[in-house]
Nanobody, 124 residues
Framework: VQLQASGGGLVQAGDSLRLSCAAS????????VAWFRQAPGKEREFVAA????????YYDAHVKGRFTVSRDNAKNTVYLQMNSLKPEDTAVYYC??????????????????WGQGTLVTVSS
């Protein structure tokens, strides 16, 4: 599976941004997808996950209530809507996917395909 992440940019604190993750497979709705981010000098961290088929959503505590993950099955695309952005949200955002759901969904090591990353910069 090939993933193409897009939608990053430079915004001000409090603004919104929507990231997209387009997949090369037609049955993308059955795949579980996660978003991770990596800030300069820091390790990659989990942001959100969307379970395939069931549509269950999971969020890291730092973004819960501000970020929303969703998917458009017709477009084979998963989105990350980010509202009320903060400077500490500045990072390169990656989408990742795997076919079968795994309970350790917040671990980057379980995902088999990754997008190239898109940079989000939030100024204060």
């Amino acid at each position: 599976v090939q993933l193409q992440a897009s939608g990053g940019g430079l915004v001000q604190a409090g603004d919104s941004l929507r990231l997209s993750c387009a997949a090369s497979v037609r049955s993308f709705s059955t795949y579980s997808v996660a978003w991770f981010r990596q800030a300069p000098g820091k390790e990659r961290e989990f942001v959100a996950a969307l379970r395939g088929n069931s549509g269950m959503k999971y969020y890291d505590a730092h973004v819960k209530g501000r970020f929303t993950v969703s998917r458009d099955n017709a477009k084979n695309t998963v989105y990350l809507q980010m509202n009320s952005l903060k400077p500490e949200d500045t990072a390169v955002y990656y989408c990742a996917t795997r076919l079968h759901w795994h309970v350790t969904y917040s671990s980057a090591t379980i995902y088999t395909s990754w997008g190239q990353g898109t940079l989000v910069t939030v100024s204060s």
